[in-house]
């Protein structure tokens, strides 16, 4: 039953099949590396993110201040550890601090440790994810001394970026020559705006503030006046804002799938455009029939690149074979290498490409060996592929304008290729920072990169034969279905006529090759291919001219 299979499969078994089988891996390799491409790049807040920070200072009259901090902070993938942040002006062992911390509403354990003079508070559970609301309330002193406010309202221990941060100062009388700075350093500050919605409260608000900045609120003076009757504002309540973070995983996988149906639907317009006809197309579709005889009018080493739709170096191996067997040139197999002596044609003069090549080959030489260090015969075999894909270019056999179209659509496949992949990881950044157009960016870049791989991929289905073509494709095609079953013969067989049979040429034209001799063609070089391939496709040790 697996030999019926592996027959059914060689007969059935075609260039264009295989080319596709080829380009579905090299797809799906393409695909993975835009699903990483996109994984990568929505993994930048993996350490978190704080989406709110709102803080307050309510100033007592001996100038002290009760602060409240309330932070919303989303867990990165890698972030596991809790949150830490620094409490500016409280010391370690300092009771009159009064610290308490609560977790979404609920008392929550914390711990206090000191950075070099900074104290920091650890809050969270190693196992919190998502989005958490963390409320701390603590006192400190000497907020006003002197008369003067000189408060740190958020230090610069943050390793991240902060959004929607919004400060409050409440005091018992009116603060005069308010500044805030903002710094990263002593050498480099810049001014942050105060509103003062009446007297006796300061607010300053930032849409965002990037990490390793602080802010420091600063009044040069108090005087007693109508502040007293200042509110303290109501510190957020209730569940943090802000979205989750997206699954950078799962943003690479909306990515493949997209980029993959795309590509899919481009490869489907790519094959009916590019469908060969016919000279005249019936309502029956082509059968393909396994036939004993080649096409009249092709040789092997034509009918190969017109069934695979390349010059390959098995059809240059039939092509240099069937110079052997035309009597051009005669091979002698020893035991290591094989010479290659030139031969008298009688009946049949070379052509001019069989003497180009030829001549290229033996360089004035009348012998020479097989070998894959032979300089002469790698330039031979060189001008013997260029030759071959004039003949292609020339034959008549394929549309010219489906050449050029073919040709586009592979470099405008690899730049729509290349920058959808850019486009979709720009969209996951955008996403792992919480943009809206991430997910439009992503898709967006999904589909172009899904078209661009369907183009420079598949953007060969585009090459067409003409109706000429076609048809000696169907024959070559039939014969080629009829050789797979075929098996080279075992001893020296001639026609009456004294002529080698076809088939073996055939067979290594149209790549009926056995496996050990394929891995030893593509082992040994094109160079020495003829000497791997000779022994199948002329029987006996030796061919020569008769």
């Not at 007592?60 to 942040?85: C, H, K, P």
């Not at 802010?215 to 943090?240: I, N």
């Not at 096409?295 to 059809?315: F, M, N, Y």
């Amino acid at each position: 039953m697996r030999g019926r299979t592996s027959e059914a499969k060689a007969k059935n078994w075609t260039w264009d099949r295989w080319h596709r089988r080829r380009s579905l891996i090299r797809m799906s390799l393409a695909l993975f590396v835009l699903g990483m491409a996109v994984v990568l790049g929505g993994d930048g807040p993996s350490s978190g993110r704080v989406t709110k920070m709102w803080i307050s200072a309510e100033i007592a009259e001996d100038g002290s201040a009760r602060i409240t901090q309330v932070i919303d902070y989303e867990f990165g993938w890698d972030d596991s550890s809790g949150v830490r942040l620094d409490l500016p002006g409280v010391f370690l062992g300092q009771g009159s601090a009064r610290i308490s911390a609560t977790e979404d509403g609920a008392p929550v354990q914390h711990k206090l440790t000191a950075q070099g003079l900074r104290t920091r508070i650890h809050l969270g559970d190693p196992d919190d994810t998502g989005i958490h609301r963390y409320r701390i309330r603590y006192t400190i002193k000497d907020v006003v001394h002197d008369g003067k406010l000189d408060w740190t309202a958020i230090g610069n221990g943050w390793t991240i970026d902060r959004d929607n941060i919004e400060i409050h100062v409440v005091a018992p009388y009116n603060l005069t020559g308010i500044r805030c700075v903002q710094n990263n350093t002593p050498w480099v500050q810049k001014s942050c705006t105060v509103e003062e919605p009446e007297p006796g409260h300061l607010v300053v608000k930032f849409d965002r503030l990037e990490a390793g900045w602080l802010v420091a609120l600063h009044a040069s003076g108090t005087q007693a006046g109508p502040a007293s009757e200042a509110a303290a504002p109501a510190p957020p309540s209730g569940a943090a804002d802000g979205d989750e973070l997206v699954n950078s995983a799962l943003t690479g996988l909306l990515a493949m799938g997209v980029a993959l149906c795309s590509a899919l639907l481009v490869v489907r317009l790519l094959r009916h455009v590019g469908r060969d006809r016919l000279a005249a197309d019936g309502p029956e579709p082509a059968v393909l029939t396994p036939t004993t005889s080649p096409p009249e009018d092709l040789s092997p080493a034509q009918g190969g690149p017109l069934l695979t739709g390349r010059v390959g170096i098995w059809h240059q191996a039939a092509w240099l074979l069937s110079a052997a067997v035309a009597g051009h040139i005669v091979l002698e197999a020893g035991e290591e290498y094989t010479t290659v002596r030139r031969g008298a044609a009688g009946d049949t003069p070379a052509d001019p490409v069989t003497e180009t090549v030829l001549d290229a080959m033996f360089a004035g030489r009348e012998e020479f060996i097989l070998d894959v260090h032979d300089w002469n015969f790698g330039r031979g075999w060189r001008v013997l592929g260029e030759r071959l894909a004039d003949w292609q270019r020339t034959s008549g056999l394929w549309d010219p304008a489906g050449e050029h179209r073919a040709r586009m659509a592979r470099r405008i496949g690899i730049v729509t290729a290349l920058l959808g992949l850019a486009v979709a990881t720009l969209g996951s950044v955008l996403n792992a920072h919480m943009s809206s157009a991430g997910w439009p960016v992503v898709v967006a870049g999904a589909v172009a990169a899904g078209t661009g791989l369907a183009l420079w991929l598949r953007g060969w289905e585009l090459r067409t034969r003409t109706a000429r073509g076609k048809a000696l494709w169907l024959q070559t095609e039939s014969f080629r279905r009829f050789l797979a079953d075929w098996e080279p013969p075992s001893t020296d067989e001639q026609s009456d006529d004294g002529q080698w049979p076809p088939y073996p040429l055939w067979a290594l034209a149209l790549v009926i090759v056995p496996p050990h001799r394929w891995t030893a063609m593509h082992r040994h070089g094109p160079v020495a291919a003829v000497a791997v391939l000779a022994p199948m496709v002329v029987p006996g040790p030796s061919t020569a001219a008769n």
